[in-house]
């Protein structure tokens, strides 16, 4: 069964780093294009960054340009998301999952950005 887990939220004041990681298991990673997603208390999931089954190209919001970086290893069958200069509007819980094809949800990780 596919699983996706999700790791290193945290707390964080605004301008600081956290390195977000998306372990897969049971899909065709290397596959698939990967994107990072995220949740903000009272708004719907959004979409942050995305990430080519390569590796070779990626997008980002506009709200996040800039800021974060999305990156993958396929041998580790994981997902990366570097993100810098956190603003207190970057307070969510961030999900990863395909691009396209979609699996389970998995459980986040939970983002907090104090000013």
Not at 22 to 27: G, L, R, T, V
Not at 43 to 65: F, H, M
Not at 85 to 96: I, P, Q, R
């Amino acid at each position: 069964q596919a699983q996706l887990v999700e790791s290193g939220g945290g707390l964080v004041h605004t301008g600081g780093s956290l390195r977000l990681s998306c372990a897969a298991s049971a899909i065709s990673f290397s596959r698939n294009d990967m994107a990072w997603y995220r949740q903000a208390p009272g708004k719907e999931r959004e979409l942050v960054a995305t990430i080519t089954s390569s590796g070779g190209t990626t997008n980002y919001a506009d709200s996040v340009s800039g800021r974060f970086t999305i990156s993958r290893d396929n041998a580790k069958n994981t997902v990366y998301l570097q993100m810098n200069s956190l603003k207190t509007e970057d307070t969510a819980v961030y999900y990863c999952n395909g691009r396209w094809s979609k699996w389970k949800w998995g459980q986040g990780t939970q983002v907090i950005v104090s000013s």
